[in-house]
């Protein structure tokens, strides 16, 4: 299996036994380490690998073998994951809006429609964001692009 970290933010707190149990060398550095545990938790425990990581984290990993993106977004949702689909089809994410507006596609209309539920609550509730068709993933969930469609669980 050929898997790759594609974009990676936060902190795994359980790493130690991660290591331990994955077989991961410790001595990583703390990048390194949190890359190899993603890559070998994928291809351990598939789309259950959240059930054994704690920590804040969001990130994306391309399964070459599968030609399919596994993104996880962590139970409490500490940090963002967000992803917005071209009019040609091709998927845009990033932990940061910022990147989605960066890349090739990215069409930027205000989604005007929250801005009274903004107002309101002082923030936005579900997936949706100030910019149509930028959508938030949801705390404790993954989604999976494959054949041009989005799964989310």
Same mark, same amino acid.
């Given at each position: 299996?050929?898997?790759?970290?594609?974009?990676?933010?936060?902190?795994?707190?359980?790493?130690?036994?991660?290591?331990?149990? @994955?077989?991961?060398?410790?001595?990583?550095?703390?990048?390194?380490?949190?890359?190899?545990?993603?890559?070998?938790?994928? $291809?351990?425990?598939?789309?259950?690998?959240?059930?054994?990581?704690?920590?804040?984290?969001?990130?994306? @990993?391309?399964?070459?073998?599968?030609?399919?993106?596994?993104? @996880?977004?962590? /139970?409490?949702?500490?940090?963002?994951?967000?992803?917005?689909?071209?009019?040609?089809?091709?998927?845009?994410?990033?932990?940061?809006?910022? /990147?989605?507006? $960066? /890349?090739?596609?990215?069409?930027?209309? @205000?989604?005007?429609?929250?801005? /009274?539920?903004?107002?309101?609550?002082?923030?936005?509730?579900? $997936?949706?964001?100030?910019?149509?068709?930028?959508?938030?993933?949801?705390?404790?969930?993954?989604?999976?692009?494959?054949?041009?469609?989005?799964?989310?669980?």
């Amino acid at each position: 299996m050929m898997v790759k970290v594609k974009e990676y933010r936060g902190h795994i707190r359980n790493w130690e036994a991660l290591c331990a149990e @994955l077989g991961i060398d410790k001595t990583l550095s703390r990048e390194a380490r949190e890359e190899a545990i993603l890559v070998k938790a994928y $291809e351990t425990w598939g789309c259950k690998m959240a059930d054994h990581m704690h920590g804040m984290f969001a990130f994306a @990993l391309w399964d070459e073998e599968a030609e399919r993106l596994f993104c @996880l977004r962590d /139970q409490f949702g500490t940090k963002p994951f967000y992803y917005y689909v071209t009019e040609d089809g091709r998927l845009l994410y990033g932990t940061m809006i910022r /990147q989605i507006m $960066e /890349q090739d596609g990215f069409v930027k209309v @205000l989604n005007d429609k929250l801005l /009274q539920i903004y107002m309101s609550l002082t923030y936005i509730p579900g $997936e949706e964001t100030f910019f149509e068709g930028v959508k938030k993933l949801l705390p404790g969930r993954y989604l999976i692009w494959e054949d041009g469609k989005i799964t989310i669980e």
